[in-house]
């Protein structure tokens, strides 16, 4: 399942494990995207803490861990490529796996349904 964040992260479960990006909607306000700095695998994140910093032609913006948890691996591609956060945000372009800290927390987020309502709002 998928779950998304106001400040434009999605998360996908698979079991204990996460994959965590930006969505299309934050890759169209960042332009793009020039360098990605992501976490060291083992770091323990918290939710709504700093986890991963993307940098635009535009500007350097944060982009915050959805709920706590453990990064296991970030994704080599963006090192060498990370265009692939404009080109495919929501598949290759993800940013880091991490394990769940506290399951319970997916709850406080939404799903793709109540994102794009919010982000029609916008």
């Not at 969505?23 to 020039?34: E, P």
């Not at 060498?80 to 927390?105: I, K």
């Amino acid at each position: 399942m998928r779950y998304f964040t106001k400040e434009h992260e999605w998360i996908e479960v698979d079991g204990d494990t996460a994959t965590v990006g930006i969505t299309d909607y934050a890759q169209g306000q960042l332009g793009d995207v020039v360098f990605v700095d992501l976490p060291e695998p083992g770091r323990e994140l918290t939710a709504g803490g700093e986890a991963a910093v993307v940098e635009s032609v535009k500007a350097a913006s944060d982009v915050y861990a959805p709920i706590d948890g453990r990064v296991t691996e970030g994704n080599p591609a963006l090192e060498s490529e990370p265009g692939l956060v404009n080109s495919a945000p929501e598949a290759e372009g993800w940013f880091f796996r991490m394990t769940l800290g506290n399951p319970a927390q997916l709850e406080g987020l939404m799903d793709a349904a109540a994102y794009q309502a919010f982000v029609a709002t916008l």
